[in-house]
């Protein structure tokens, strides 16, 4: 797995009082390693919050960030179970997902090599 996963830091435009105890962190952004334009990257995230908003799950946008590299990408968190989010982030061409069970977050491919926490 890319070292810069592991790297990544979150913030939130706006704090936010209740949080799921499981969620997933997804992104539509170009994946590791691919470079897209920002047009491409900003329609691949609309298009990823329409598809989680028709499906009526809690959903805040959440910005993933390095603080080596200082690159920055916006993403969802969203109340979906492991294996339904590790489907959307292959459906739109990530690598992998965080996802966060109780107060421990991981970071997983989304392929068929994913490792559901335990």
């Keep these: 797995m890319h070292p810069a996963y592991f790297e ?5 435009e706006d704090p936010h009082p209740s949080w799921p105890s499981e969620f997933a962190i997804l992104t539509a952004y170009e994946t590791t ?17 329409s598809f989680l908003k028709a499906a009526r799950v809690w959903l805040l946008r959440i910005t993933g960030y390095s603080p080596i590299t200082n690159h920055c990408e916006p993403g969802w968190a969203v109340a979906l179970p492991f294996h339904a989010a590790c489907d959307i982030g292959l459906r739109f061409k990530q690598d992998a997902i965080y996802f966060v069970k109780g107060d421990e ?6 392929d068929p090599s994913r490792r559901a926490p335990v």
């Design 105 to 110: 977050l991981t970071v997983t491919y989304c």
């Design 33 to 49: 390693g691919e470079h897209w334009s920002a047009e491409r990257n900003s329609d691949a995230d609309k298009e990823l919050e």
């Design 8 to 12: 990544t830091r979150f913030k939130l």
